[in-house]
C-alpha cells in the first residue's frame, strides 16, 4: 500500500506521529507501505487535521487527481469529526462528509501503535 | 525466428530480466532498511507492487498534454531496457557470442529508458514534470560523456576488441581488469555512471518526491507506471551485470563460478546500495561538475596510467 499524506490545517502533532511510524521502532515498511509525493501514485489518502475551507477545495481535487481505487482513512480527532475545532468559523466538516472515508483512526494525536493497527485492518477489508 | 523472441521476451529478455530485478529491487529496499536499523519489506513486495499497478489501478489520462507520447514512452523505454539487457545477458549467459561493436551499440540502447522517461514527462504538460525531465536532460548530457569515456577505456584495456565476449574471456585469461590502478579508477567512475543511469540518490533530482513530487514519474499511474516501475527493475539487474562484465572478468555458470558470478553482481549492488544511502541529494550544478569535471578526469588520469603500463 502506498500512502499519500495530506496534511489539513493541522496542529502537526499527528504529522509528528506519522513519521514515528517510519522510523526504526514502529517501521511500517514491514508491511510493504511507504509514503509517495504523487496523489496519483497512491492508494490511500491519510487526510488530517481539521478541514477548513480552503482546504475542502484542495482535499477535494486531490481525491480527484488519485488514481481508483482509493481508500481514505481519516486520522485523529479532527479528521474523524472536528474534534476542538467542531464549533469554529472556518470549519467546513469532518472528512466523511467532503469525501467517503473508510477508516478512522481517532486519537489526539492517534499513537503509531494505532496508525498501524488501523491500517492493517483496512488492508485486510480489501483483501 | 522463435528462437530470437523466446531470447527477447522470456529468456534472458524481459520476463527473467524483471523478475530478478524485482528481486534486487527487494535487496535495495531490505539493504536500505537494515543500513537505517528498521526491519524492511517483505521478499514478494516489489511483485505486489507492481502487479497491484498493472492490474487494479487506474490509469489516469492528463487533461493537458499529448496522450498518445505519455503512454507509449514508457512502452518505448521497456523495449530499450530489454533490447540493452539481450546484449549484455547473451553474452554472460554464453548462450550467444553477440557481435562486432555490440559495446558500443549497447552504449546506445542504455541511454533510451532515460530519453524515453524525458519525453513522457514532456508530454504529460504537468510543470513540475518538466523541472524533472530538464534535470534528467542535463544529468544525461553530464554522465554520458564519462560512461563513453569508460567504455572507451575498457576496451584500450582489451587491446582495441569491440565485442564484449572477447573483453570477457580476455580477463578470464590475463586477470580481470579491476587488478589494475587505471582498472581501478575506471571502475569508480562506472560505478557513480550506473548510479546516474538507475536514478539512485545522489543522482535522483529527477524524480525527487520531496522536492518535486516524483518530477519525471509524477503524472504516470496505473499500467504505465507499472511498465515505467518494470524497467526500473531491468535496469537495476543489468547495470550492475554490465559492470560485474567489463571490470571483474564476466560471469561463468560451471560449477563454484556460480557462487562467484552471484558475488560479483552482489558485491557491485551493494557499493550502490551503501552510495545511495550514505549521500544526500546533489543539485543539478553539482552534479554535473561532478560528472564533467571530477570524472572524466578520473578516467583520463586511468587512460593516462594504462599507457603507462600500470
Redesign the interface.
Known amino acids: 500500500m502506498w500512502v499519500f499524506h495530506f496534511g489539513g490545517a493541522s496542529c502537526n502533532n499527528c504529522d509528528i506521529e506519522i513519521l514515528d511510524c517510519l522510523t526504526p521502532r514502529y517501521d511500517v515498511e514491514r508491511f510493504g507501505m511507504k509514503l509517495v509525493g504523487s496523489p496519483r501514485h497512491a492508494d490511500v489518502l491519510l487526510v488530517n487535521g481539521s478541514i477548513n475551507g480552503r482546504d475542502k477545495a484542495r482535499l477535494l481535487e486531490v481525491y480527484e487527481q488519485a488514481a481508483k481505487p482509493i481508500y481514505v482513512v481519516a486520522f485523529g480527532a479532527c479528521g474523524c469529526t472536528g474534534g476542538i475545532f467542531a464549533e469554529g468559523l472556518p470549519f467546513a466538516g469532518p472528512v466523511d462528509t467532503i469525501i467517503p472515508v473508510d477508516a478512522y483512526i481517532p486519537g489526539c494525536p492517534p499513537k503509531p501503535e494505532a496508525m498501524i493497527s488501523g491500517l492493517m485492518k483496512l488492508s485486510e477489508t480489501i483483501k | 525466428m522463435g528462437e530470437q523472441l523466446f531470447y527477447f521476451l522470456i529468456y534472458p529478455g524481459m520476463l527473467f530480466a524483471g523478475v530478478v530485478g524485482g528481486l534486487i529491487a527487494w535487496v535495495d529496499?531490505k539493504v536500505t532498511?537494515r543500513v537505517?536499523?528498521?526491519?524492511?519489506?517483505?521478499v514478494l513486495?516489489p511483485f505486489?507492487?507492481f502487479l497491484?499497478l498493472l492490474l487494479?489501478?487506474?490509469?489516469?489520462l492528463p487533461k493537458h498534454g499529448s496522450a498518445i507520447f505519455f503512454l507509449l514512452a514508457p512502452v518505448l523505454g521497456l523495449f530499450g531496457a530489454t533490447a540493452s539487457a539481450l546484449l549484455i545477458l547473451l553474452p554472460a549467459f554464453g548462450i550467444t557470442e553477440g557481435f562486432r561493436g555490440d559495446i558500443i551499440v549497447l552504449f546506445y540502447l542504455l541511454a533510451i529508458p532515460s530519453l524515453m522517461f524525458v519525453i513522457g514527462a514532456m508530454a504529460s504538460g504537468n510543470p513540475l514534470s518538466a523541472v524533472g525531465a530538464s534535470r534528467e536532460i542535463k544529468l544525461i548530457l553530464s554522465y554520458e560523456l564519462t560512461f563513453i569515456l569508460v567504455v572507451a577505456g575498457v576496451i584500450l584495456k582489451s587491446g582495441q576488441t569491440l565485442y564484449l565476449d572477447e573483453i570477457m574471456m580476455m580477463q578470464q585469461t590475463q586477470g580481470a581488469f579491476i587488478g589494475s590502478i587505471s582498472g581501478v579508477l575506471l571502475f569508480v567512475a562506472a560505478l557513480f555512471t550506473i548510479q546516474g543511469k538507475a536514478g539512485l540518490v545522489p543522482f535522483d533530482l529527477a524524480e525527487a518526491?520531496?522536492e518535486i513530487?516524483?518530477g519525471t514519474?509524477?503524472?504516470?499511474?496505473?499500467t504505465a507506471?507499472a511498465i515505467i516501475k518494470y524497467t526500473k527493475y531491468i535496469l537495476l539487474f543489468i547495470l550492475p551485470v554490465f559492470v560485474a562484465e567489463i571490470f571483474f572478468g564476466g560471469l561463468t555458470f560451471t560449477g563454484i563460478h556460480i557462487l562467484w558470478s552471484i558475488l560479483k553482481v552482489v558485491l557491485v549492488l551493494v557499493l550502490m546500495i551503501l552510495i545511495r544511502n550514505t549521500n544526500p541529494r546533489v543539485k543539478i550544478s553539482q552534479a554535473m561538475r561532478f560528472f564533467l569535471l571530477w570524472m572524466n578526469l578520473l578516467v583520463i588520469a586511468g587512460l593516462v596510467l594504462h599507457y603507462l603500463g600500470l
Not at chain 2, 36 to 42: A, H, T, V
Open positions: 529496499r532498511a537505517q536499523f528498521r526491519q524492511g519489506p517483505p513486495q505486489y507492487d497491484k487494479v489501478k487506474e490509469t489516469v518526491e520531496t513530487a516524483e514519474f509524477m503524472e504516470y499511474s496505473g507506471y
